[in-house]
């Protein structure tokens, strides 16, 4: 069994800046991609940035330029360092990570999310 824990969500004025981590956890052999979502009330959950086993990137492009995402894997970590914050980018943000687990002698790859970390940017 896997987790995904995020922090670092927090109420934050325009301009500012935030640093999300998320953390997996369990039965891991290896993490392939990574990547961080968000969802506003009312709208659909979108990908902000993502990046893979080899660390290549890529961002939505309101991410571009503010955002950066990166990884480090020994710690089973990604990041999302997130700069000039506006209000449009107030949301509950989620991890996913795309992992291989193996349990006794079953092995699998599948898509795990955390349970979200709210970001709001307001003066």
């Known amino acids: 069994q896997v987790q995904l824990v995020e922090s670092g969500g927090d109420l934050v004025q325009p301009g500012g800046s935030l640093r999300l981590s998320c953390v997996a956890s369990?039965?891991?052999?290896?993490?392939?991609?990574m990547g961080w979502y968000r969802q506003a009330p009312g709208k659909q959950r979108d990908l902000v940035a993502s990046?893979?086993?080899?660390?290549?990137?890529n961002y939505a492009d309101s991410a571009k330029g503010r955002f950066t995402i990166s990884r480090e894997n020994a710690k089973n970590t990604v990041y999302l360092q997130m700069n000039s914050l506006k209000p449009e980018d107030t949301a509950v943000y989620y991890c996913?990570?795309?992992?291989?687990?193996?349990?006794?002698?079953?092995?699998?790859?599948?898509?795990?999310w955390g349970q979200g970390t709210q970001v709001t940017v307001s003066s």
């Open positions: 996913k990570m795309t992992i291989t687990t193996k349990m006794l002698t079953l092995v699998r790859t599948s898509e795990y």
């Open positions: 369990g039965s891991i052999v290896n993490i392939w991609d």
């Open positions: 990046i893979t086993s080899r660390s290549y990137t």
